[in-house]
Every structure is written in C-alpha cells, then in structure tokens.
T-cell receptor, first 117, second 113 residues
Framework: AQSVAQPEDQVNVAEGNPLTVKCTYS??????LFWYVQYPNRGLQFLLKYITGDNLVKGSYGFEAEFNKSQTSFHLKKPSALVSDSALYFCAVRDFSGSNSGYALNFGKGTSLLVTP | DTGVSQDPRHKITKRGQNVTFRCDPISEHNRLYWYRQTLGQGPEFLTYFQNEAQLEKSRLLSDRFSAERPKGSFSTLEIQRTEQGDSAMYLC???????????FGPGTRLTVT
C-alpha cells in the first residue's frame, strides 16, 4: 500500500525560528501528497498538496512543503514559527494500491508541533 | 459556516447498543469519506461515496458497520452492537470531483462503556 511516515512524534521550536516537520513516503508511481493540521477538538484542516509541477508547494498560513523525489520526502516548512502554529500535523498520501479507487488517504501518525514564546 | 458538519459531536453508549452518526458535506461536493481516528494515530479510511454510490470500503469496516448516502447529499454511519474497541473519533470529509483535497468535519467522538 502507499504509505507515509512521520519520524518525529514531537517537534519543539522557538517562536520566530524556522520549523520543519518531516514526512517520507513509500509509493509506486507518482505520489499525491498532502499536509493537514489538527487543532484540539477540531477537525483536520487542509494546508497544501503536491500533485505535480514545482517541487516547492506553498499553502495556507505561510506553510510550504518541498517535494524531493530522490529522498522520497515531503517536509513541511515555515520560515518563522508562531505560537499559534502549535498543533498536530499529519502527512497523507492518496492510496492507489491494489483495487483501491485512489481517493482514500493514508495518513501518517502525526507530529505534535510545540512553538514556545 | 459552509463547511462539513457532523452530528452528534459526542456520543456515549453502552456496549451492545447501536449508534448512528450523520455527516453533511459541503453542498456542492460529490465525494464523501468516512475515517476513524484513535488517540495517537492518524485517521484511517473507512469508506467512500461518489454521489450516492458507495465505491470503496476498507477492511476496517466490519459487518457491524454500515454507511449510506441515500440522495447523494448527507451520509449516515451506523455501528451495530458496539464494542469497546469502537471507541474513537469518527471523521467525515468531502471533496469536489476534479479537486484532490478533502475537507474534514469536526468529528463525532464515540465512547463505548
């Protein structure tokens, strides 16, 4: 199956510093990759996606992600972190494996981002 | 608010009871998805509808689970004879054909006692 891995359970960063949340993928064919953010007691919010085209994808709230085919990575980045960015971040990939339609998303386990003042 | 809505937001039930959740997608979205999320995990796909047709079901969707989308608008997810292992957050999402991103509702938190 197509899958993603988030190697870090938690990332801590000081406000104003750049942040990176890591994601690696394992797919056959071209990956469709996504980042979502989840705030406490709220649903997942879409941040950005990579389907094709430029390897640097810009999304909501100043986030961007870099698709790297050779390293099979899709890391989420932000130049200057805010305390309000503290949340749970999920990387996801569309699942085209087997007889699946390809519309289901396979999510990573999530990375908790804590931005301290 | 024109986002995805889910009802109820919380449900506590006793083991063996049946429960039903409702999802109202974004109005023009023809695709609807159900996921389940347990603590410390990412969402896991359960099932997918395109309009009123249920096109894909995960192996996670046991015989006790059934989902419908009768008129291609709202959807219901029913769990029969609930078990403690069914305790989770049930998330609904919708998307528009031709667009890849899915938009999620706030979820229904189920606790089975």
């Amino acid at each position: 199956a197509q899958s993603v891995a988030q190697p870090e359970d938690q990332v801590n960063v000081a406000e104003g510093n750049p942040l990176t949340v890591k994601c690696t993928y394992s797919v056959s064919g071209n990956p469709y990759l996504f980042w979502y953010v989840q705030y406490p007691n709220r649903g997942l919010q879409f941040l950005l996606k990579y389907i094709t085209g430029d390897n640097l994808v810009k999304g909501s709230y100043g986030f961007e992600a870099e698709f790297n085919k050779s390293q099979t990575s899709f890391h989420l980045k932000k130049p200057s972190a805010l305390v309000s960015d503290s949340a749970l971040y999920f990387c996801a990939v569309r699942d085209f494996s087997g007889s699946n339609s390809g519309y289901a998303l396979n999510f990573g386990k999530g990375t908790s981002l804590l931005v301290t003042p | 608010d024109t986002g995805v809505s889910q009802d109820p937001r919380h449900k506590i039930t006793k083991r063996g009871q049946n429960v039903t959740f409702r999802c109202d997608p974004i109005s023009e979205h023809n695709r609807l998805y159900w996921y389940r999320q347990t603590l410390g995990q990412g969402p896991e796909f359960l099932t997918y509808f395109q309009n009123e047709a249920q096109l894909e079901k995960s192996r996670l969707l046991s015989d006790r689970f059934s989902a419908e989308r009768p008129k291609g608008s709202f959807s219901t997810l029913e769990i029969q004879r609930t078990e403690q292992g069914d305790s989770a957050m049930y998330l609904c999402a919708s998307s528009l054909g031709g667009r890849e991103e899915q938009y999620f509702g706030p979820g229904t938190r189920l606790t089975v006692t």
